[in-house]
């Protein structure tokens, strides 16, 4: 407790003196165009904010960013927030960056609906900020959001879904678990609805059955998307709902760290693998797809979002506006964010090698 209330208090400190600082960076601002719709220097400081290293798209995005804003001409600011589980950690390096005179600041939040604070900062000071893959909440200081569309993930995985399950056993009906990702995402609850957008109506019909009867997010969320925190949901599952020869047909699982825990579950009970979906295209979940364990993933390309933010940042520097192609879909608790969405694909063993054929490390997995 007495560290939690030192670090509060450390990021409050930091937070009033870039507050102090920002009359000064406005000043400065309006002298040279920084941080307004002139645009502002082509060598500046753009800041960029990451969660902690739990997916191999987020160790690859850090990556992407340090090079891709060194090659197009441009100083960069790239932090992961600590394994901590309060989001302390990302808004202080935030405050930094707002105080070390940032230009643009890219975050992708570690928690969605608290990093409000430092958005109105950002505002304040002439900083303009685009969320990048989770959608920051209650704010009107957001300026823009990029990412995949999330809704269209979650459609995707449960069609997915019902087409695996299919595909095993001609008729159902079909029995099924739900996992949902951690709750200080906004992105779980995205993704999940858009699936239960194709599952409810079976659901409803009869044709899919929730073995457990955790049918909302909030029985179904994994805290900070952990494996082991889904592995042992799974394993509490097998035990009270399947431990009588009950047979579990599918799980919807939001992504491939996940998807891996919970057949890990499955295989040490001795059971059949159900039909599991997943997403990120991660290479052992890739592995597993071709082996003809995992069914589904999802490919969102790390390398096309962060091209396409880079492109963002450039069209801001020269004093242009971004491209956007959604303008309805994102409504954050205060605004409907101006975005820029990507399309994802869905990959299983009978198109992967296809959906990889450009990509260099999963390409020769699907051989």
Request: aromatic share 6%; glycine share 10%.
């Amino acid at each position: 407790m007495r560290k939690f209330l030192t670090s509060t208090v450390a990021v409050s400190a930091a937070l009033l003196l870039a507050l102090s600082a920002c009359g000064d960076n406005e000043r400065e601002g309006s002298d040279s165009g920084s941080g307004s719709d002139k645009g502002f220097a082509k060598d500046s400081l753009i800041g960029v904010a990451l969660p902690s290293k739990t997916s191999e798209n987020w160790v690859l995005a850090g990556d992407l960013f340090t090079n891709g804003l060194k090659d197009a001409g441009f100083k960069s600011d790239v932090q992961y927030a600590g394994a901590s589980t309060t989001v302390a950690d990302q808004q202080a390096q935030i405050t930094a960056m707002i105080t070390k005179g940032a230009k643009v600041i890219v975050i992708g939040a570690t928690d969605a609906a608290q990093l409000s604070t430092q958005v109105a900062a950002a505002k304040q000071a002439g900083i303009k900020v685009v969320a990048y893959d989770r959608l920051i909440k209650n704010t009107p200081d957001l300026d823009y959001y990029i990412a995949f569309d999330n809704f269209k993930v979650g459609q995707l995985q449960g069609q997915a879904l019902l087409d695996g399950m299919k595909a095993k056993k001609p008729t159902g009906p079909y029995t099924i678990e739900l996992f949902s990702g951690s709750p200080d995402d906004n992105n779980a609850g995205v993704f999940f609805n858009g699936a239960m957008d194709v599952l409810k109506p079976a659901i409803d019909k009869g044709e899919v059955i929730v073995g457990s009867g955790q049918t909302k997010v909030e029985q179904t969320a994994t805290q900070g998307w952990k494996a082991e925190n889904a592995q042992s949901r799974m394993d509490t599952l097998l035990t009270s709902t399947y431990g009588s020869g009950k047979t579990l047909d599918g799980v919807l699982s939001p992504n491939d760290t996940l998807a891996r825990a919970i057949i890990t579950s499955v295989k040490g009970a001795g059971k059949p693998i159900p039909v599991v979906t997943g997403q990120d295209s991660e290479v052992e979940s890739v592995k597993s797809i071709m082996a003809g364990e995992q069914y589904s993933t999802i490919n969102k390309d790390t390398r096309k979002l962060v091209a396409e933010t880079i492109k963002m940042v450039q069209k801001l520097q020269a004093g242009e506006e971004p491209e956007i192609n959604d303008t309805k879909s994102y409504d954050n608790g205060n605004k409907i964010v101006p975005s820029y969405l990507l399309a994802p694909i869905i990959v299983t063993k009978a198109n992967a090698a296809q959906a990889y054929a450009d990509d260099p490390k999963l390409g020769p997995l699907t051989k």
